[in-house]
Each structure stands twice: as structure tokens, then as C-alpha cells.
């Protein structure tokens, strides 16, 4: 009944949709010439052979699925769609050849339909928590094998499906089977009668480290002879607590350089005013001693992970959930986080037993937390040591979950 409920509110809400796609062109959040893709109409034909589907919500989840992708492209043809123009970005730069990359229909009947009719892919896979109803239930009358990987789910989340169990069965166990990311999750699902759950550990763990050009690195080395700290994947509300943070220190280290990774570098303007002006990478600007530098580039992340000796990173002070603080940790630098964590608890559970985490929750905290680390590079180093220490576990997880995907594609 739900499910029925809501297939018909989306198939009336299609012109609402498509009013509100135009809305984010304006806002630089989707491709014109793409658009058509959000209504299930593809801009390439379908590759012939076996297809596996891989659907990952953005850049996060796209970096975590990667190794996964590139294990499943050697055996056929990849498609791998995500919902952000920054991913279809990070896709274009990363993907192996065998793969290529599509805007996922919105969760509309028809949309759905024309999507999968299309590409008619031999098994779907899902990313952590990308639960859409038309597009599960339309892969289940196609007979095509679905799977979830780095599945998450919350306490609130599950307390919200128990009170829907029938369509949790239907959704949820329609899964040939979940791989969840952590403890926590495996037992939320089970609590909602998922039987094949995988305790395999989390993919953001296992991911190779962010990649980096060597002659960029070596030239902004060069030009950061002093101290230096990185704000990463900052959101809204963040920068103004970084540029506050970085004055306060400029007293104690007047060349300081704060280097400022917004989150989404379409802001990169808005983040240099809030900077006073700050010189910006998308401009071919270099930093300056005392100032911000706004790296408003996509996919250089892993090189100023790599001129920092330690990281904040952002969606964790103003903003919700956090993001990924694995990539700098297995890169041997520590994290500084504000208290927003619940999308990476285990993770910073692992972090914080290494005594490689410092949280804060404002300006004047993140201030001593840079200040601490600055002041002493042999601490940072050494809890850079433990951070990189703490996710060493690997467990070939690429590999088990491509082979396992594998074994359920007829």
C-alpha cells in the first residue's frame, strides 16, 4: 500500500521535478545538456554484453566504490551513475575504460522504467544508503539481482522502517545481499529482518589513497615555506569558523597559510570574500604567507592532504554527518573534527582510540586544536603514525565484494 502510495505522488510530482531540475541548472548543480538523463533518457547506447550497474549518491561514495568498479569492469562493462555534477566530474577524471557514467533517473515510474529498459543491466548495486522505492521495485519485476555495499542505516532510520515492516521486507529484503560497513549497521538491518548481511568491514577503510600530481605538489611545496594546515570539504557556515581560526593564529605564526577546500568548488568566489579577498586555485593563483588559499578545484584533494601535516574536515562543525575522515588518516595525518560525526562513527571511534582526533566545536577550540599541532610537528607526525596505523586492517574487501556481485550475475 505504501509503496503503491508512493509510486502514484511521484508520478504526479514529474512537472514539479522537472521545474525544480531547471532551478538547480541555475545553480550550477546540474548539466543542461544532461538534463534528459534525470528522466531515464540515456546519452549513450548500451554497450553489448554483460552490464553491471553501480550507483553511488556522490564523490564520496564514488571514491569508495572505485576499486570495486575497476575489479567489476574486467569482467564487463560498467555503468555508474550518481546524482551530483562534482561526481560526474570525479567519474570523467577516474573511471576505467570499461565503465562509463550516467545522471540517475529521479525515483519517477516512468523515468525508472525508460532508465532500466534502456541499459537492462545483469545485476544492480547500490551504495550505503541510495534506498529508492521505484527504482527497487522496477529492478525486481526485470529479475535483475540487486545488491547493496557499504550499507548504512541509523537507530532513527530503523525505528522509522519498523513502523512499515512489510514494505522494509519488500525493499530491504530484496537485496541478494547487504554488505554493511560496520557492526552497528549489520545489526539494525537484521533488526528489520534482512537475513544475508555482510560483516566484511567498511570500503572508505580499504580505498587506495587519493591520488596527486607530483609536479603540483613539488610547486606549491615551493611555495609554502612556512607553516601551513588544510580545512577540507568545508560547507557552508565552516569557512567563516576557518578564517576566524586562521587570524587568531596569524599572532604566534604571522606566514601561516590556512589552505581551504570547500566542499563544492562551484563556491570558490564566495568562499575567497568570506576570506578577505583570498587568492583562489581556479584562478592559477598561488598562496601567499599569512593569507587563505581556496583550493576551488575538483580531484586534487589527496595533494593538500599531502602539503598538510594534519586536516580538519568539514560537514562536522556547521554541518551535518561529516565526511570522509579516512583519506587523510591513511595518508599519516591526523583529524581535527567539530562534534558532526554520525555518518563516520566507527571511523572516528578507530581515530580516537589512536589518539589521533582532536574535536572541537568552534572557532577558539579549532584555533588550539591547529595551534597544538603547529607548535609540536613531531606530535602531529607521530599521531599521523597511529592514524595511518588504525585502518591497516585490510581484508582484500575490493576483491570479496566484486567476486561476490560476480557470483550472483547469471
Given at each position: 500500500?505504501?509503496?503503491s502510495?508512493?509510486?502514484?505522488?511521484?508520478?504526479?510530482?514529474?512537472p514539479?521535478?522537472?521545474?525544480?531540475l531547471?532551478?538547480?541548472?541555475?545553480?550550477?548543480?546540474?548539466i543542461?545538456?544532461?538534463l534528459?538523463e534525470?528522466?531515464?533518457?540515456?546519452s549513450?547506447?548500451?554497450?553489448?554484453?554483460?552490464?553491471?550497474?553501480?550507483?553511488a549518491?556522490?564523490?564520496?561514495e564514488t571514491?569508495s566504490?572505485?576499486?570495486?568498479?575497476?575489479?567489476?569492469?574486467?569482467?564487463?562493462?560498467v555503468?555508474?551513475t550518481?546524482?551530483?555534477?562534482?561526481?560526474?566530474?570525479?567519474?570523467?577524471?577516474?573511471?576505467?575504460?570499461n565503465?562509463?557514467?550516467?545522471?540517475?533517473?529521479?525515483?519517477?515510474?516512468?523515468?525508472?522504467?525508460?532508465?532500466?529498459?534502456?541499459?537492462?543491466?545483469d545485476?544492480a548495486?547500490?551504495?550505503?544508503?541510495?534506498i529508492w522505492?521505484?527504482?527497487l521495485?522496477?529492478?525486481?519485476?526485470?529479475?535483475?539481482?540487486r545488491?547493496?555495499?557499504?550499507g548504512?542505516?541509523?537507530?532513527?532510520?530503523?525505528?522509522?522502517w519498523?513502523?512499515a515492516?512489510?514494505?522494509?521486507?519488500?525493499?530491504?529484503g530484496g537485496?541478494?545481499?547487504?554488505?554493511?560497513?560496520?557492526?552497528?549497521?549489520?545489526?539494525?538491518f537484521?533488526?528489520?529482518?534482512?537475513?544475508n548481511v555482510?560483516e566484511?568491514?567498511n570500503?572508505?577503510?580499504?580505498?587506495?589513497?587519493?591520488?596527486c600530481?607530483e609536479?603540483?605538489?613539488?610547486?606549491?611545496?615551493?611555495?609554502?615555506?612556512?607553516?601551513?594546515?588544510l580545512?577540507?570539504?568545508t560547507?557552508p557556515?565552516?569557512?567563516?569558523?576557518?578564517?576566524?581560526?586562521?587570524r587568531?593564529?596569524?599572532?604566534?605564526f604571522p606566514?601561516?597559510?590556512?589552505?581551504?577546500v570547500?566542499?563544492h568548488?562551484?563556491?570558490?568566489?564566495?568562499v575567497a570574500?568570506?576570506?578577505?579577498?583570498?587568492?583562489?586555485?581556479?584562478?592559477?593563483?598561488?598562496?601567499a604567507?599569512?593569507?587563505?588559499?581556496?583550493?576551488?578545484?575538483?580531484g586534487?584533494l589527496?595533494?593538500?592532504?599531502?602539503?598538510?601535516?594534519?586536516?580538519?574536515?568539514?560537514?562536522?562543525?556547521?554541518?551535518?554527518?561529516?565526511?570522509?575522515?579516512?583519506?587523510?588518516?591513511?595518508?599519516?595525518r591526523p583529524v581535527?573534527?567539530?562534534?558532526?560525526?554520525?555518518?563516520?562513527?566507527?571511523s572516528?571511534?578507530?581515530l580516537?582510540a589512536?589518539?589521533?582526533?582532536?574535536?572541537v566545536?568552534?572557532?577558539?577550540?579549532l584555533?588550539?586544536?591547529?595551534?597544538?599541532?603547529l607548535a609540536d610537528?613531531?606530535?602531529?607526525?607521530a599521531a599521523?603514525?597511529r592514524?595511518?596505523?588504525?585502518?591497516?586492517?585490510?581484508?582484500?574487501?575490493?576483491?570479496?565484494?566484486?567476486?561476490?556481485?560476480?557470483?550472483?550475475?547469471p
Amino acid at each position: 500500500m505504501i509503496l503503491s502510495v508512493y509510486a502514484g505522488a511521484t508520478r504526479l510530482a514529474a512537472p514539479v521535478l522537472r521545474r525544480m531540475l531547471l532551478r538547480r541548472v541555475a545553480r550550477g548543480k546540474e548539466i543542461e545538456a544532461r538534463l534528459p538523463e534525470r528522466e531515464g533518457i540515456a546519452s549513450l547506447p548500451r554497450p553489448p554484453g554483460r552490464l553491471i550497474w553501480v550507483h553511488a549518491a556522490s564523490v564520496g561514495e564514488t571514491v569508495s566504490a572505485l576499486p570495486v568498479i575497476r575489479l567489476l569492469a574486467a569482467a564487463g562493462t560498467v555503468l555508474l551513475t550518481t546524482g551530483t555534477v562534482t561526481s560526474a566530474r570525479l567519474a570523467a577524471e577516474r573511471l576505467p575504460e570499461n565503465a562509463v557514467h550516467q545522471f540517475v533517473p529521479l525515483d519517477v515510474p516512468g523515468w525508472v522504467a525508460r532508465f532500466l529498459d534502456h541499459w537492462r543491466p545483469d545485476a544492480a548495486v547500490f551504495l550505503e544508503s541510495e534506498i529508492w522505492p521505484n527504482l527497487l521495485t522496477a529492478c525486481d519485476a526485470r529479475g535483475i539481482r540487486r545488491f547493496l555495499i557499504n550499507g548504512r542505516i541509523s537507530a532513527a532510520s530503523t525505528a522509522n522502517w519498523r513502523r512499515a515492516p512489510a514494505t522494509a521486507r519488500k525493499l530491504l529484503g530484496g537485496f541478494i545481499a547487504i554488505h554493511a560497513q560496520s557492526a552497528g549497521d549489520a545489526a539494525n538491518f537484521r533488526a528489520l529482518g534482512v537475513a544475508n548481511v555482510l560483516e566484511w568491514g567498511n570500503l572508505k577503510f580499504h580505498a587506495a589513497p587519493l591520488p596527486c600530481d607530483e609536479a603540483a605538489l613539488a610547486a606549491l611545496r615551493a611555495a609554502l615555506p612556512g607553516p601551513v594546515w588544510l580545512a577540507a570539504s568545508t560547507h557552508p557556515g565552516e569557512e567563516e569558523l576557518v578564517f576566524a581560526a586562521h587570524r587568531a593564529l596569524l599572532a604566534e605564526f604571522p606566514a601561516l597559510v590556512t589552505l581551504l577546500v570547500p566542499r563544492h568548488p562551484e563556491r570558490g568566489a564566495e568562499v575567497a570574500a568570506i576570506c578577505s579577498a583570498a587568492p583562489r586555485r581556479a584562478l592559477g593563483q598561488m598562496p601567499a604567507p599569512g593569507q587563505v588559499y581556496v583550493a576551488d578545484t575538483l580531484g586534487e584533494l589527496g595533494l593538500f592532504f599531502r602539503l598538510s601535516p594534519f586536516a580538519f574536515v568539514g560537514n562536522s562543525l556547521a554541518g551535518f554527518g561529516g565526511h570522509n575522515i579516512v583519506e587523510p588518516a591513511i595518508l599519516g595525518r591526523p583529524v581535527i573534527c567539530g562534534p558532526h560525526l554520525e555518518n563516520f562513527e566507527e571511523s572516528a571511534a578507530r581515530l580516537r582510540a589512536a589518539e589521533a582526533l582532536r574535536e572541537v566545536a568552534d572557532a577558539p577550540s579549532l584555533a588550539a586544536a591547529v595551534q597544538g599541532w603547529l607548535a609540536d610537528p613531531h606530535a602531529a607526525q607521530a599521531a599521523g603514525t597511529r592514524a595511518a596505523a588504525a585502518f591497516m586492517d585490510t581484508e582484500r574487501l575490493p576483491e570479496r565484494l566484486s567476486h561476490a556481485i560476480l557470483q550472483g550475475v547469471p
